[in-house]
């Protein structure tokens, strides 16, 4: 008799259990349809269910691009499954734009989108046909000059003087030689031109102060500290306006004054 009753006990279910697990088949039979409904469409039938759906799309940016320009080239996100948004699309369409470096695109559960973008970080200008760009420090072309940036950024300029030059000079060349340059010469000398003319020879134009100086690519490494020390001790000349030729190895020819 005790044997029995505790059979009873265990094998028997309450009203309340019973519905309880009629409900969780029900709904575990509707996921499961709805999606072998369409079984190519996984992502569509979470869109369907209305899992996670997105309140908020989070967006960073760096200069010069804003948050509010990002979020113009983003589709409508809000309101669509964070769990069955694919990411993939963005990421091709955000590093299509100008400016664009890197994206990060990260889901925070339960309703957040988290958009990140990095931008390109524009060393120096150089004509493309007929228009100016602005290139990075590889010498890529970035996006086309607008008056605006142009004089917020300040920019030197890289440019390849004549055809003949083409066959030895890339544009990464200059961007590089302008960065290493600057950087030797110290930041209260400011270079506003780079001009490559025909190999091994280029031209360095300094605003501050006006002087142009003639390098050679075989010797101007050696030369730098040279020019560096004409700069902090100059000769009347240089206080005029003055071409300095640095072609020829340990030699300094500083030529008169350049006219206005």
Do not use: C
């Amino acid at each position: 008799m005790n044997i029995e009753n505790k059979v009873e006990r265990v094998s028997a279910h309450s009203p309340m259990q019973k519905l309880l697990f009629a409900a969780l088949f029900s709904i575990s039979l509707v996921g499961a349809l709805v999606l072998l409904a369409e079984p190519l469409d996984f992502r569509g039938g979470i869109e369907r269910l209305g899992w996670f759906k997105i309140d908020e799309v989070s967006v960073e940016s760096s200069w010069p691009l804003s948050t509010a320009e990002v979020r113009s080239w983003l589709p409508v996100l809000q309101g669509h499954s964070l769990l069955a948004l694919d990411v993939n699309p963005l990421f091709r369409d955000l590093l299509e734009k100008p400016w664009v470096k890197g994206v990060s695109i990260r889901k925070k559960y339960p309703s957040t989108l988290l958009v990140s973008v990095e931008t390109k970080k524009a060393a120096a200008i150089s004509r493309k046909g007929d228009q100016l760009y602005y290139v990075d420090s590889e010498g890529s072309f970035i996006h086309r000059v607008t008056p605006t940036l142009a004089k917020e950024l300040d920019l030197p300029v890289v440019s390849i003087q004549r055809q003949a030059a083409l066959v030895k000079w890339e544009l990464a060349e200059g961007t590089k030689l302008l960065s290493q340059i600057s950087e030797g010469l110290g930041s209260q000398y400011k270079l506003s031109e780079l001009v490559m003319e025909t190999y091994p020879y280029f031209k360095v134009y300094l605003s501050r102060p006006r002087v142009e100086v003639l390098f050679s690519d075989k010797t101007w490494n050696a030369q730098l500290p040279r020019l560096r020390r004409l700069l902090d001790s100059p000769p009347s000349q240089i206080r005029q306006m003055a071409r300095i030729n640095l072609v020829f190895p340990k030699k300094a020819i500083v030529s008169s004054p350049l006219s206005n």
